[in-house]
């Protein structure tokens, strides 16, 4: 599963945002957007849970949650620290997309799908997505299913962990079964840019980012899609970069003892070896404001997105507490900007956040918003020129936030409304590995989550200041339009212009 633009809340915007101790080998390397707190620097304690964290020799970290509350029920994670960023060689996107498929295919005992076959006697719920810059992987069961056997009618299932390791540390795929997963691919790739906000994104990305893989999406570029049954070998390639010890984790949260599962991971993941991961490319600096249109085929309603080059994560940052608050402070339902335009003006129909803009080098914040096409049809130029207007407007008013009316209180209840709204989103076993994990992934520490939240706590409505002012600036802006026809028919102005 793709994770898409469809979904996104202030919980996983804090999250997912929204989504490193030193491994065996070395792992790649960003330039902090602002300076993080050192190592050793105390937080107040956030995040409601016991966090156990055990290191194997070959650079497997393994994180161990206990979570007795949720009884009986466990959550056995392996977020892997790779996504569509890691796919760096031309011709060859899709990947990191295209393994989380392989993964449940995988022919344990010898057998075709006989890993989803134990699974299925098993009971668990089994799930998986891709993102930009990883892949998360979210089997959930019964506490006395880890361990096994579990003894089933006329079956005897290995526990989960054991089934876990022999996915991740051997996979077997037939070429066969790889080839029709594959091909299967190309009709999840036209579901997902059946969605105009999609393919705003798909063709704005390589314009913004045209030497860096943050410029195709998750799923990878049509093209490459369509010749994924043919890419067996490049396949495989990326599955031994980055399905390694050291370029992942495994997170476990439930009612679990840890030393119960330190114990059998190690004994199922030990003998599995680490390698060097490729290094990824930065990507370029802004060089000026980047513009693009889709023409749709059919007659819909009209989009225009605006959005401005942003930082990469660091959490502890002053920066990063910025980016995790601009969904309270621009599309939230008491943001002036989404008053005005879904409110007083109602220009818009609807008004949201495009993609995540909490990632690991830095990419885009990029808000969409849905038009009206009667208005469209009768006001053309105008009526686009006005949106994208009260967008830009509305975005870098936040260089002078401090200045507004009641900035401070806002402020506050902003924060409270984001430490609610995150400990409120940690409602199952699933949902804490999931939102640990994906904050954990940008530095590998354990105390993500408190250092991201003590940030937060110390904003103050200058910060938010300083953020506007170095990263909503023109030149750091882009702009994506979308309905039916060119943009000769109202005068908008021609990608790349």
Known sequence: MVRTILGYGIALALAASVLNAQTASPTPQTKPASKPPSATAKVPKFFPYPVNERKLPNGLTVIVIPTPEFKDMVTYATPVFAGSRNETERGKTG?????????FLHEYGGKDHGYDEMIRLMGAHNNAW????????????FTQNLLGPVKRPGATVPGLIELEASRFTALKVGQKTFEVQAGAVLGEYRR??????????????????????????????RDDVENMPKAWNAAWAFYNNYYQPNSLAIVVVGDVKPDTIFAEVEKRYANWKPVETPTIPEPAEPDGEKVTHVDWEAEVSPRVMVGYRTPAAQPGTKDTAVTTILEELLISRSAPLFQKLRYKKQTVTDMGFAIDPMTTDPFLLLIDTELKLDEFQKNGQKYIADVRTDLITGIEELQNFSKQPNAAQTLRVIKSKVRNDFLGSLDSTGD??????????????????????????????ADVDAFAKKYFTPNRRVVATLWKGDTQQTGTQKEGQ
Do not use: C
Not at 95 to 103: N, P, Q, R, S
Not at 130 to 141: E, L, S
Not at 192 to 207: A, C, H, R, T
């Open 95 to 103: 990947l990191a997309h295209l393994f989380e498929h392989m993964m």
């Open 192 to 221: 997902i840019f059946s969605y105009p906000s999609e393919k705003m994104i798909e063709q704005l990305s390589p314009l913004v980012f045209p030497n860096h893989p943050y410029g195709h999406t998750v799923i990878g570029f």
């Open 130 to 141: 891709t993102n930009y810059d990883m892949t998360f992987y979210h089997p959930t069961t």
């Open 432 to 461: 804490i590995a999931q939102i640990f994990s994906v904050l954990y992934r940008f530095d590998r520490r354990t105390d993500t989550i408190d250092r991201m939240m003590a940030a937060i706590d110390s904003l103050t409505p």
